[in-house]
């Protein structure tokens, strides 16, 4: 019989592991509560505020910030819809000249902030503007002698959101149809349907869970947008929310305005979330075929090519070309000392963000995967929401706890030791990275989700077999092997802290400014050539995820 002494398993690393899982899940209820804060302290402020601040937003501004709101709402729903499944349908079931760089271009406009792009075309179309003086010029008509559509309404705010958010659509509707089989569309051919017919009878339909939850991340995008119809004096929740917190110093008026945007942006929120777990598919036939793109030759040719090429010129080329030459002739100096602070300003807020936020999403999703259950899903639930809630929004659910919490303190310092300790925590660059963490802790889990499951689940018992803890499967196994997703999801949120202007606006410590203040502020004081220069630096920059995206888009078509 042996000597040799019989191995019993360590309760060490048991013990760590529990201890290391603990952790995980402190880390990730923290995580939630954070991110559930705002939507509770607007609650709460909103309901304290009394019933006489709500009948007067009832008799005076509510009703036309609702009406206008559902309008913009319904326009770009509409426009997004069409421009962007038009798009996929034709580059993804057809082929033409220019139909692999359309592909690519498509997505292009979604580096755009909806606010620069009205900047530009208020440059371009206002009565002032090129062209309505070369109009005037050609016919010698006076001010007062035709009729031009007016870029700053509603219309015109409705047209610049479609123009920058329409990739949404394209892109989750181009992936739907790529992963359609042709068999159910080739079957409903053979049974004498045309080409029209069986696309909105077979195609349209199978996809419409993508569709729906593109047009749903536009709709969101269209009612957390405060540049765009501040700018433009398009009085919607978003302004009536920034209007009543400064220029009436109400905290009530904003907070119960930021309650019924909160309201409406979750009730948006669930029905994406419903719609997209009840659709499923099944193809009977167990084999995936190919749909085979039409030629298009002649008039149907041109057409595409003109249909591909009117959201890529007016979405991007047009307004690089108007801000470069806006910019050229202004008097703004990108290398200034100035310019050169809010650059590092941008720089600092988004690098800071982006890291928080990507380690939030680690946290809460590796949790999940490590402990499945109700805690982990809904720590996951509830950090998904803030995709859901307008960036003025999560400032004031921050800001109105926060405040008090300084206030409390600095008046017991005052009382206790006659020291004054300001504002702690309000005016610092710390809650404006928490409330950006809330705004965008959606996109960055998504693309940490999406890399995660492509890690095994024998890794993690491997891992588990040899002896690792929780987080030493972590940092040995997971991040190697999501090194692309996590720095997709850094390059997303970086892009989305820089265009991000509600927040910034209202949460910005004291001058502290950024290229988006920046911008904001000379558009405001209609110094439109001056807002390029920090407009071409945001698109600039907002084009490095894009072009990831791009990349990922011609990988799936070939």
Partial sequence: MSDAPILKPSKI????????????????????????????????????GGTDTVAHLMQTV????????????????????AL???????????????????????????????????YAYTHILDHPGIVQASLRALTGWGPRDYWFPEIRSVGGAATMLILVLYPYVYLLARAAFLQQSATTFLAARALGASAWSAFFKISLPLARPA?????????????????TVAYFGVQAFATGIYTSWFSLADRAGAAQLALCLLSFALLLAMLERAQRGGAKYHDPS?????????????????????????????????????LFSMGLGSEQNLLSTRYLG????????????????????????FFQRVRPGRMSQGAVYVARLGYAVPGGVIAVGLLVPFAGFDNALDA???????????????????????????????AALGAYEGGQAMVPANMDAAARSLGQTPTGTLRRVHLP?????????????????????????????????????????????????GAAVPSLVIVAIGLLPVILICRQVGRRSR
């Fill in 62 to 81: 509510l009703p036309r910030y609702a009406g206008t709101t559902l309008v913009l709402v319904l326009l770009v729903s509409i426009g997004t819809f």
């Fill in 211 to 227: 569709i729906a939850g593109g047009v749903l991340l536009a709709v969101m995008e269209t009612i957390a947008d405060f540049g």
């Fill in 286 to 322: 167990r084999r995936q075929q190919r749909m085979e793109p039409a030629r298009l030759t002649g008039l149907r040719s041109v057409l595409a090519i003109g249909l591909c090429a009117v959201p890529v010129l007016f979405g991007a080329v047009l307004p690089i070309v108007v």
């Fill in 84 to 118: 962007g499944v038009g798009a996929a349908w034709l580059v993804t079931m057809t082929r033409f000249p220019g139909v692999r760089f359309f592909e690519i271009a498509l997505v292009l406009p979604l580096a755009f902030p909806a606010y620069v792009l009205a």
């Fill in 13 to 48: 690393p048991q013990n760590r592991a529990r201890d290391g899982q603990r952790v995980l899940a402190g880390l990730s209820v923290l995580v939630a509560c954070i991110c559930a804060l705002p939507m509770l302290a607007v609650a709460i402020a909103a309901l304290s």
């Fill in 481 to 529: 092997i999501l090194a692309p997703s996590l720095l997709t999801a850094l390059l997303i949120v970086f892009v989305d802290v820089m265009k991000e202007l509600p927040a910034t606006l209202i949460m910005r410590p004291f001058n502290y400014d950024t290229l988006a203040v920046q911008a904001y502020r000379l558009a405001s004081d209609e110094r439109l050539e």
């Fill in 342 to 365: 809010f650059i590092q300003n941008s720089l600092t807020l988004a690098s800071v963000a982006a890291l928080c936020t990507v380690a939030a999403a680690i946290i809460v999703g």
């Fill in 412 to 442: 017991f310092m005052r009382a206790q030791f006659d020291i004054s300790t300001g504002l702690l925590i309000t005016g610092s660059i710390w809650l404006l990275v928490a409330a950006y963490m809330v705004r965008f802790l959606a």
